[in-house]
């Protein structure tokens, strides 16, 4: 168990820059949108990634439950809530669709530590929530594996991508 959560903390706070999507990998993503065609901000978010990194890890594990937002379960927009309530207060809809639509785009080239990713996996506009968190890796719910950390690179969550969303300004 310790050495899961050391290595879960090696990743979460690797002081080596972010890889950043490219062109190359993302050729079925315009420069400067999202998928819905949407213009996308593109200035840096300001996540202290320490604390926020201790908040996740505290996570990490915990049964995938729909509709959870505790300790005995998450579902992923339930993750997102509890993190940034934890993180500062910031009190997020525990609704993947209104995370989506209500918080700011953000340019996939310019994905920071803590700002939101969306897929779609169910031919709903969005279906799943994450939060990145450096180095292509991004931490969600999973509904069999519970709250993990997984490469956004991977081509299936490549393919579902749907867009990137920013708490903070």
């Keep these: ?10 990743f ?11 062109g190359e990998q993302n050729k079925d993503l315009p420069v400067g949108e999202d998928q819905d065609g949407g213009v996308v901000e593109d200035n840096s978010g ?5 604390r926020m990194g201790k908040i996740i890890a505290g996570y990490l594990r915990t049964p ?14 339930g993750l997102v809530y509890v993190v940034y309530r934890d993180y500062n207060g910031t009190r997020l809809p525990a ?7 209500n918080l700011k785009k953000v340019d996939y080239r310019n994905i920071n530590y ?8 169910d ?3 969005v279906s ?13 719910a999973s509904k069999s594996r519970g709250v993990v950390i997984s490469e956004i690179t991977d081509d299936y969550y490549r393919q579902n991508y749907k867009g990137t969303r920013r708490v903070f300004r």
């Design 114 to 121: 803590g700002d939101l990713v969306f897929f779609t996996f």
């Design 128 to 140: 799943h929530v994450g939060i990145y968190v450096g180095n292509d890796k991004f931490v969600h």
């Design 46 to 50: 300001n996540v202290d990634k320490g």
């Design 64 to 77: 995938y439950k729909s509709g959870g937002t505790g300790k005995l379960g998450l579902d992923c927009s």
């Design 123 to 125: 031919g709903t506009p």
């Design 95 to 101: 609704n993947t669709d209104k995370l989506y639509r």
């Design 12 to 22: 979460l706070f690797a002081c080596q820059p972010a890889v950043r999507f490219s």
């Design 1 to 10: 168990m310790k050495i899961f959560v050391i290595i879960a903390l090696s």
